[in-house]
């Protein structure tokens, strides 16, 4: 397996995608990522806000290890690995933000649920917010705009999604019919409600789908009209998949992931200590699935595709001057953000493409003042897409505003790690793993600036600024 995957990495070293992406490099070139010390993103009379610890559940393809938990049941994992690793007490925070998308409707505030379960003081307030795929990106920004606007000094922010069970809910009529019943005063009544409801045609479930309440459209659908739209094949995508799997296996085998944590499951024999989705493939077989939105010409498939993932992830996001205050050292600093919206309909995976340019541009920044760039894989045809869009003259010069392109994300520097192809994605819980990861690729990497962006449903976007914390 070792061997392989080494094969493997040396091969994508010295493959190179057909629109000017550069190397699709696996390995470190540290003169790269040389500290540019001159610049910094403090702001006068804006507190500094930093990242002091990030951690998650391994994140497992749903269907597995976690199948008969509850999602308070991985945020509860995810706090308590939190409070541990970072040393402090849990009396310190003064809230705490979750993100998640699918709710399990007995624990709607999973925020408040997990924070009780994981013995946080019951008068410390939490709220849950849902933002589709950047849910704990906003989880993470809620925290960093109470602290900047001095409200606290300490915030629990995190994420979580549980896919091995969603609601899946009766018909209309069905759930008509049944919440008329109690209402129903006579015996004819109660019949005649009965009578309704054994009909075959209301029993047939509604179950829930990957797709766009505005257009109807699924998520991969979509994906695949875009690839068509940028030119993207699918020999492209296959690659960039590869790539994704192949970096996350030896980031895995290095112990670069240590944000990771171990956790004894309920049932569950053995502890789970890694993610499970990693799976390094080669091009042929690859190439033997089928596409699985548009058929039989599309080009998305369930290999170059994020793959239905359970997880939870918490990060402790200070203050600066509290987090010194205690002794601690700040991983990094949080620093400029956007969110950005567009059609759902035919851009509904660009938001990397929007957010990009418009967050430099706040700070003052280009794409060669990046050190790390860590992008949510929703799939590999999106990532590729929104590539090729940031490089697009239609884009610099019409949808931009902008007479010059925006540039491209150098693949050297590119989600080295891995990303939500190989890694897994939790919805709820993708974003707290984006940026914690990309400050400790800053410190692995010896960089400054890390550019995290995703896309959402909805046809959102989100992008943020990281900057080493100094030694």
Known sequence: MAASMRRTVFALKHQALPFSLRCLSTSVNHSLYAPRREKTLSKQGVKNVVLVEGVRTPFLMSGTDYKNLMPHDLARAALHGLVKKSGVDKDI???????????????????????????FSDKIPSHTVTQACISSNQAITTGVGMIAAGQVDTVVAGGVEFMSDVPIRFSR?????????PKAKTLPAKLGLVSQMI???????????????????????????????????RKEQDEFAIRSHTLAAEATEKGFLSDVLTYKVPGVSKPVAKDNGIRPSSYEKMAKLKPAFIKPHGTITAANSSFLTD???????????????MGLKPKAYLRDFVYVSQDPKNQLLLGPTYATPKVLERAGLTMKDIDVFEYHEAFAGQILANLKAMDSDYFAKTQMGRTAKVGVPPMEKFNNWGGSLSIGHPFGATGVRLVTTAAHRLQQEDGQFALVAACAAGGLGHGMLVERYPS
């Open 199 to 233: 009909k075959p045609s209301i029993w047939a479930p509604e179950l829930p789908a990957v797709a766009e309440f505005s257009t109807s459209e699924s998520m991969g659908h979509s994906a695949d009209r875009l690839c068509a739209t940028f030119g993207v094949t």
């Open 93 to 119: 925070v003064e809230y705490i933000v979750y993100g998640i998308v699918i709710q399990e409707v007995k624990t709607s505030n999973v925020a408040r649920e997990a924070a009780l379960g994981a013995g």
């Open 173 to 181: 009529k069905m759930r008509k019919h049944m919440l008329s019943f």
């Open 311 to 325: 997880g939870a992830s918490a990060c402790l996001i200070m203050s600066e001057e509290k987090a010194l205050a």
